[in-house]
């Protein structure tokens, strides 16, 4: 699919991005909702700003870069796309609910557990959330979309680290998102991710990448282990200009809108307030960095 390079880009997310993209928050919100999932305190910022960038995700060959469960692949698959979810992380157990949603697979066999496999686990476990009735249909509902004839978009399981993707071909990719999950990473190990995620993206595509950042200095905020970048790291570690014009001059300002912001902090996922190791420690509304978004396309 031929569509014009996107130009690189480094930027703090303001907060004006929900009311900008009010038809896609209310998408997302109602795709969440489905699908059982929950966003972090900033993720509709970042969430909307990728999908802004990245345009139309039918028949494109995609990314989820330190996916876990979360909603971006749920939803450029249900917009067309196919998705590689790479994470480190073991989702071989896919919860059914996902997979009654969205046609997924395995890139390899160990990648995803057959949907009977799960089923018959789910069978037996304990404290499966969904009522007898509804459970049935949401199973036999798994099983009907893994099933179906391919039509319309997919996820692709790969768990696996972002440093060695050597199941992904060299330039077989069209874009890599990325929501939230980078900062998790030391700068060397950073360093490797990009050189890797580049290596597979074909020249014109792009990596569309939200991170946190505090300003001018590298912080490491322990409560959620994640760094925050300054301007100055993201720009060396994502191979983006040095001159590249960014909105860091305007952080406090910024920063100011975001501690305003009643939409975010009324709407606080409940999992903060269930434990101090989290973005926002017991689910108190103070945030310490913001969403920061980095575009770098392959020459
Ligand atoms: C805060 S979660 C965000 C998950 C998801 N992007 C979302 O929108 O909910 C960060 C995820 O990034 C993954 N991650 C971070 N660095 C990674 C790496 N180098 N390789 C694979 N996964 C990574 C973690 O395992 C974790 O599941």
């Not at 569509?3 to 004006?16: C, F, H, K």
């Not at 919100?29 to 999908?51: I, K, P, S």
């Not at 305007?250 to 409940?270: F, I, P, Q, S």
């Not at 509304?285 to 980095?294: A, D, I, M, R, T």
């Amino acid at each position: 699919m031929e569509t014009n390079p996107l130009s690189d880009r480094l930027e703090i997310l303001s907060v004006r991005l929900l009311d900008e993209e009010r038809p896609r928050v209310n998408e997302l919100r109602q795709l969440a909702g489905q699908l059982g999932l929950e966003f972090g305190w900033h993720y509709l910022l970042d969430l909307t700003w990728t999908l802004r960038h990245l345009g139309p995700a039918a028949g494109k060959m995609l990314m989820d870069a330190g996916a876990g469960t979360g909603i971006i692949q749920w939803y450029l698959a249900q917009h067309g796309g196919t998705v590689y979810s790479v994470d480190r992380l073991d989702r071989s157990a896919l919860p059914l609910r996902l997979r009654a949603h969205t046609r997924v697979r395995g890139l390899r066999a160990e990648d995803l557990l057959s949907t009977p496999a799960v089923m018959a686990h789910d069978r037996f476990a304990t404290r499966t959330g969904a009522a007898r009735p509804k459970r049935f249909f949401r199973n036999l509902q798994a099983l009907v979309v893994g099933l179906w004839p391919r039509r319309g978009g997919e996820v692709i399981l790969y768990n696996q680290d972002l440093m060695t993707l050597e199941d992904l071909d060299d330039d077989s990719l069209d874009a890599v998102v990325s929501i939230s999950s980078l900062e998790h990473n030391t700068p060397e190990n950073l360093e490797k991710v990009v050189s890797e995620l580049l290596r597979v993206l074909k020249p014109g595509g792009s990596i569309l990448a939200t991170l946190c950042t505090a300003g001018q200095k590298d912080w490491y905020h322990e409560p959620s282990n994640g760094m925050c970048y300054s301007a100055a790291s993201l720009k060396r570690i994502f191979q983006l200009p040095a001159d590249l014009p960014d909105n860091f001059d305007r952080y406090n300002t910024l920063m100011d809108e975001l501690r305003d912001c009643a939409e975010l902090r009324d709407n606080l996922a409940a999992f903060y307030s269930r434990s101090g190791h989290n973005g926002m420690p017991w689910g108190r509304w103070e945030p310490l960095y913001q969403p920061v978004g980095v575009i770098k396309t392959k020459a």
